[in-house]
């Protein structure tokens, strides 16, 4: 993504702030305009008028509900088969988006999931909320809608919207005190309103295209309405993302986001979790077009849940790596019969998932430090936050593994003068570093950092050099794994670069598939990465029994 916001005038970036952005180059952002679904587009002539008068505040609530009951009644009859988008569908798909939207809202929702009476031109009908079912939300679930298409999408080039009949919409779940994994501006998920009609009693019903993209309306199967990028885009990034990345990861109170597991979607038991982990001085707004560009496969969307860690970048790896296993434990607490997890992981967040797979001990660390790593486990207690953050187990509920861009060797830039720089400008949080000068000896930190005058933070732990990297990568990988690697073409592989991370570096024998794309280091968005993700989830459904075999949409280029 290619975004350069312009900083407040407060906030000058010093040149050197500057350089480290460009060596770095590890996020890149991108706007673009929203397409709305119904704007601009014919309403049916006869339901026209009715239809303005139920958009009128200046109408009591259960009159415009009536209003929108009867556009719909009048449209319903002639919604064909759903795929072709007619004046008829467009009035039918904007009453029962309105309606939902207009009895959740109206009144703080007094009239949201009763049955209801209402009566427009001497028409009388009965409405009631269709019950929770596999392909039907619960009436109760979210606490408010907003129309799909009155979203704005500054980062999502390419809407990912599904033709048919019923009012596309975003669910928001949002409840006090906020639930466990909740972004702070709550959950949410595509939904579909459609309306039935028999006689004179009507049933709305709130669907969930992602999983079943079809359903009987008014007496016969149709296509739904959705649109699967708006749930994203109600995400709004901050105006100045790249530079609050770029903050956030010299300081971790300028971070956007509580360190945390995030879910973009309410928990479906049935959905595998596929977890994404950004990189250094980025933010989770890096995975939008990828989520998104992902979402446009049904088998995708119908078998995986999106779930996210955001984590200020400055804090030592091995420290963000015990931040994310307490995550997933968490999740494993809370929903302990959840399917195992997929983990993808961009950069210096591909090594912190690289951390998930391996089983690390004493042992290994002793050979690596001697002395230095036996008296780092004698000075300290097996719960003590240093020990636990380089003594770990494989963690048995993650079964596959994706790497892109990853530094699994580290990266020169990390030794070079501008990687000084930035171990010189990062802030560690005081109780980190205060449990850190409690628990290493300025031998330990001469022996991590080469300096006795300096806690180790995230790019010490990409240098080369680092003592971590050889240990990490000495133990097998527990689970099947994939790399994906940028390639910018100034060289050919395996000499080649993605600008950052140096092929060296990103490659592991043993991997199940090796995709070289053609593109920088902040490759995640690409079409080629986006297509080989998509292959290796496929790939995950078919050998865990999860889908039958099928084509994939897209293709990575080889």
Sequence with gaps: MNQNPKMPPQHKTPGRLQLIAVATCLAFFAGCATTPQTAGRLQYGPAASILREARSTQVPV???????????????????????????????????????????????????????TLTASNKTYHLRLEPASSGVWAPNYFTTFEGADQIKE???????????????????????PPEKFAPARGITAAVTATLD??????????????????ATVEGKIRPLAANFSAPISYYQPPGNL????????????????KTGLYFLQPYDPDRIPLV????????????????????????????????IFAYPTGNPILYSALRLREELAKADQLYPNHKPYVVVGHSMGGMLTHDQVV?????????????????????????????????????????????????????????????KIGISLITLPTRLAAVMMDSLTNADLAQITGSSKRLPNS??????????LPVINSVPISVPYHSIIGDRGKDHCPNCSDGVVAYWSSHLDGAQSEVIVPGPHGSCELPQTIAELDRILRLHLRSSGSSKPATTIAQASR
């Design 62 to 116: 259960e009159q415009r509900a009536a209003d929108y009951l009867q556009a719909a009644a009048m449209t319903a009859p002639l919604l064909g088969t759903g795929a072709q988008q007619t004046p008829a569908v467009d009035t039918y798909n904007a009453a029962c988006s309105e309606l939902t939207v207009l009895l959740r809202s109206s009144e703080g929702g007094r009239l949201w999931n009763h049955p209801l």
């Design 154 to 176: 500054k980062l999502i080039r390419k809407q990912n919207i599904h033709e048919g009949v019923g009012g596309a919409l975003v669910g928001v779940r949002i409840v006090n």
């Design 197 to 214: 009609f028999h006689a004179a009693d009507a049933t709305l019903a709130l669907r969930r295209p992602a999983k079943q993209p079809t």
């Design 242 to 257: 790249t530079f609050m990345g770029l903050f956030g990861g010299f300081s971790a109170k300028n971070y956007p986001a």
């Design 276 to 307: 994404f982990v950004h990189g250094l001085f980025s933010t989770p707004w890096t995975w939008v077009q990828t989520i998104n560009g992902l979402q446009a496969d049904p088998e995708i969307r119908k078998h995986y849940q999106f779930w």
């Design 359 to 419: 089983t690390v001990n004493e042992g290994m660390w002793e050979k690596a430090l001697g002395q230095n790593a036996r008296s780092v486990f004698k000075e300290n207690s097996g719960n003590s936050l240093i020990v636990r953050a380089i003594k770990f187990r494989a963690n048995p509920r993650i079964k596959r593994v994706v790497f892109i861009c990853t530094p699994h060797r580290g990266s020169d830039l990390a030794s070079n003068g501008i990687g």
């Design 459 to 468: 790019i010490t732990g990409l240098k080369p050099t680092s003592p971590a």
